[in-house]
């Protein structure tokens, strides 16, 4: 009978293994104690990182950045449910389960659906490591803070500013003058002579669409023909 059992232990143990565990975990099953109430108090330092955590989160859901803020609670929530002999385990999590699908996919290195998950699992342990979910250049953004950094980085069109009189006095005669040295630049980008300027060719069409209402045309009589030649 404990032949048996030792036998099949052994053929348990080489089935987990394949799922990722390591046999150093396995004598601590056989022990009875495993199964008792773990009386372990949480070590200080962990206490310490989830209040951290807390806290970052809470300000995250304060400035309505959501994703980031359910990332930092679920860490703070982790770190207050590890003992203090394993501090660092719910940081390890992706750690071992990229040791989990690694070993799983040895046996079977053409199964696409574990190939997938591995990869994504090194992906989100990548960020982990990098502590993107710290830095505030990788933050989501709300639609307006999106539009003022474009804006900041690249600078506002004056043609869209002017035509409409957003922020500025209206005026079609600087917008109309604005859309001609738009639409004079090189049809190609100036980044690779195989990518079409798309800006020329919007130009070009709200220069005719204005000619076609007949806006600003007294001083644009030749673009004028053009267009209704087209048309």
Same mark, same amino acid.
């Given at each position: 009978?404990?032949?048996?059992?030792? &036998?099949?232990?052994?053929?348990?143990?080489?089935?987990? #293994? #394949?799922?990722?565990? #390591?046999?150093?975990?396995?004598?601590?099953?056989?022990?009875?104690?495993? %199964?008792?109430?773990?009386?372990?108090?949480?070590?200080?330092?962990?206490?310490?990182?989830?209040?951290?955590?807390?806290?970052?989160?809470?300000?995250?859901?304060?400035?309505?950045?959501?994703?980031?803020?359910?990332?930092? %609670?679920?860490?703070?929530?982790?770190?207050?449910?590890?003992?203090?002999?394993?501090?660092?385990?719910?940081?390890?999590?992706?750690?071992?389960?990229?040791?989990?699908?690694?070993?799983?996919?040895?046996?079977?290195?053409?199964?696409?659906?574990? &190939?997938?998950?591995? %990869?994504?699992?090194?992906?989100?342990?990548?960020?982990?490591? /990098? &502590? $993107?979910?710290?830095?505030?250049?990788?933050?989501?953004?709300?639609?307006?803070?999106?539009?003022? $950094?474009? /804006?900041? &980085?690249?600078?506002?069109?004056?043609?869209?500013?002017?035509?409409?009189?957003?922020?500025?006095?209206?005026?079609?005669?600087?917008?109309?003058?604005?859309?001609?040295?738009?639409?004079?630049?090189?049809?190609?980008?100036?980044?690779?002579?195989?990518?079409?300027?798309?800006?020329?060719?919007?130009?070009?069409?709200?220069?005719?669409?204005?000619?076609?209402?007949?806006?600003?045309?007294?001083?644009?009589?030749?673009?004028?023909?053009?267009?209704?030649?087209?048309?």
């Amino acid at each position: 009978m404990d032949a048996e059992i030792i &036998q099949r232990w052994s053929d348990l143990s080489e089935i987990l #293994v #394949v799922f990722g565990d #390591v046999t150093s975990v396995f004598s601590e099953l056989k022990d009875d104690n495993v %199964f008792n109430k773990n009386s372990e108090s949480i070590n200080d330092e962990s206490v310490n990182e989830a209040l951290r955590l807390n806290s970052l989160a809470t300000q995250a859901h304060k400035n309505a950045k959501f994703s980031n803020a359910i990332l930092l %609670f679920t860490e703070a929530i982790a770190l207050l449910n590890v003992s203090a002999h394993d501090p660092c385990a719910a940081l390890n999590k992706y750690e071992k389960a990229i040791t989990s699908y690694e070993c799983a996919l040895a046996p079977d290195p053409i199964n696409t659906q574990i &190939q997938k998950t591995l %990869f994504e699992s090194q992906l989100v342990h990548g960020r982990q490591l /990098r &502590q $993107e979910h710290l830095d505030p250049r990788f933050q989501p953004k709300t639609m307006p803070e999106n539009s003022n $950094e474009m /804006r900041e &980085q690249f600078g506002a069109d004056p043609t869209r500013l002017a035509d409409p009189g957003l922020d500025v006095k209206k005026d079609h005669k600087a917008a109309f003058k604005l859309y001609e040295q738009a639409a004079d630049q090189s049809s190609h980008s100036s980044l690779s002579s195989f990518l079409p300027n798309l800006g020329v060719a919007e130009s070009e069409h709200t220069l005719r669409l204005k000619c076609a209402e007949r806006a600003v045309v007294h001083k644009h009589l030749k673009l004028y023909l053009q267009v209704y030649l087209i048309l």
